[in-house]
């Protein structure tokens, strides 16, 4: 069965990375390579190379109608059982077309949480023959939007838990950025866009740093709001204790080190990088917002806070650096969780479901 995945996203991180694992999985199950349609220098151009056929396909976002036209051509052209698409930023309107007008069967991989106008959801959901929610936050959203509860299908992201385990080098980390040997290092990793909550967690900071001197916070990755947040903590005077380091392609050998991950979030899919934490073994303090109940267990392995709260935050944060056993232990906790829920087989035979349903009886099943 081979299958024609397209992915709009530029960076492998987040659902990129979550196709190139599914690609890699298809590749070991079925013995077949798939197709991969993506933009030209994307990093999952490069990386899939080596379990996929990469057909590099400008793709420019919501207004760039000559996309389906491109991915129409190469529907055409390879011929696939099933068109797989991952990616929103108009992929979703225009890989949806495509397969139609070609005659071929769809499916898509919904990642965000966020709702959409109704009149948005009927059209581009009837487009697809099944719809995948990486979570049940997702789904609850798609079933409230109207789309047919037969429809939408939950298959959760995955995690590699081989490369992302605990164990890591604390010395290691805390030289690396600076840091003093003795010190307790907080981290959130994430693109520095709204939603995030980046500015909930400088909030809390500034009860935390006072209280706890040996504390110093990491904040990962890069996005619109990255310089203006560097510019307050500078004026705050804490750029000697919170580090801004951008992206870093090294989580597997720094999230291990660390002691909490924070994710503040006023809106989440699921959390690729929560998933990354608990195999690391890192207790969370996260949002209870969407996919994020789903892998932080409130009092198991880690906390979860009313979005937009700053204070529960700051409680929250404090409660598991006053007690650190019961932090290690709830880090533990995450890396069960994690095997057990969030393993690639699990993803891709998920997938492997859908696609099968789909193809065997023109639709999919909720498993």
């Known amino acids: 069965m081979r299958v024609l995945h397209v992915e709009c996203g530029r960076h492998l991180y987040g ?11 298809l590749a070991e199950a079925t013995g077949e390579r798939q197709d991969l349609a993506c933009p030209p220098g994307s990093g999952i151009a490069r990386a899939a190379r080596e379990v996929a056929e990469v057909h590099e ?16 051509r190469l529907i ?5 059982a099933l068109v797989h698409v991952h990616s929103r930023r108009g992929a979703d309107w225009w890989g949806g077309w495509a397969a139609r007008r070609a005659g071929v069967p769809a499916v898509v991989s919904r990642r965000v949480v966020s709702p959409e106008p109704l009149w948005v959801a009927r059209l581009k959901y009837g487009l697809y023959r099944a719809v995948i929610a990486i979570s049940e936050g997702i789904r609850n959203v798609l079933l409230a939007q109207g789309v047919a509860p037969g429809k939408v299908v939950t298959v959760p992201s995955a995690v590699d838990t081989d490369v992302y385990r605990p164990g890591g080098d604390r010395l290691w980390l805390r030289h690396a950025f600076g840091f003093p040997p003795e010190a307790r290092v907080l981290a959130m990793v994430g693109q520095f866009i709204p939603k995030k909550g980046h500015r909930l967690l400088l909030q809390a900071l500034e009860e935390l740093l006072p209280a706890y001197p040996d504390l110093r916070v990491l904040l990962l990755g890069t996005g619109a709001l990255l310089e203006g947040v560097r510019a307050e903590v500078a004026a705050r005077g804490w750029a000697d204790r919170v580090h801004l380091p951008g992206f870093r392609e090294d989580l597997p050998r720094v999230l291990p080190a660390l002691d909490l991950v924070v994710h503040p979030a006023f809106e989440e899919g699921l959390g690729v990088s929560l998933l990354q934490s608990a195999a690391a073994g890192v207790p969370i303090v996260g949002s209870a917002v969407g996919g994020i109940p789903e892998i932080v267990r409130d009092g198991v392995n880690g906390l979860l806070v009313p979005p937009g709260d700053g204070a529960a935050l700051e409680r929250a944060v404090r409660s598991l650096l006053d007690a650190p056993a019961r932090a290690l232990a709830m880090g533990a906790e995450g890396r069960r969780i994690a095997e ?28």
């Open 57 to 72: 396909v400008p793709l420019r976002g919501e207004l760039d109608a000559g996309a389906l036209l491109r991915l129409g």
């Open 340 to 367: 057990r829920d969030f393993s690639l087989g699990a993803m891709v035979a998920g997938n492997l479901r859908v696609y099968r349903d789909v193809l065997g009886s023109g639709r999919a099943t909720q498993h």
């Open 76 to 80: 055409r052209t390879r011929r696939p």
């Open 15 to 25: 659902g990129p990375q979550q196709v190139l694992y599914l690609l890699r999985g």
